[in-house]
């Protein structure tokens, strides 16, 4: 295991977990009252994170406190969570879903569905006379 600083393994961390759950720096420091500044000044570096607002912080992210001082939080969980590459893939092409040719999805009504289709004809139209 790496030997982090626990204020980098924070920051790290907080970053991490902005990232993949696609949040935004500003919304977390908003739900700790705080102003969007102060978070940017911490994942810079320029001031560290007090210790009333790491249950705060934690709790945005639905975590414990001590969870946000874990070694790669976010790889970590990402790993677990990942399927492997056959498992992604399905035995049958999920965009045709199964129905035939010509045949609207499931899921799709269609106002025609009782009357035929119109007959397309190979005939070339007949060129006007100019």
């Not at 399927?83 to 035995?91: G, K, P, V």
Request: with cysteine; charged share 35%; glycine share 8%.
């Amino acid at each position: 295991m790496r030997n982090v600083r626990p204020e980098l393994l924070l920051v790290e961390n907080i970053r991490t977990l902005l990232y993949q759950r696609r949040v935004k720096a500003k919304d977390l420091a908003r739900f700790c009252g705080h102003e969007p500044a102060w978070l940017t000044k911490i994942l810079k570096g320029d001031r560290g994170v007090a210790v009333e607002d790491l249950p705060c912080i934690a709790e945005f992210f639905g975590l414990q406190t001590h969870e946000l001082f874990q070694h790669g939080i976010g790889s970590e969980r990402r790993r677990q969570q990942r399927r492997s590459s056959t498992d992604r893939r399905a035995l049958t092409d999920r965009r045709h879903g199964g129905h035939e040719k010509g045949e609207l999805h499931p899921g799709v009504e269609s106002r025609f569905r009782d009357t035929a289709p119109p007959a397309r004809s190979r005939e070339t139209p007949a060129r006007k006379a100019c």
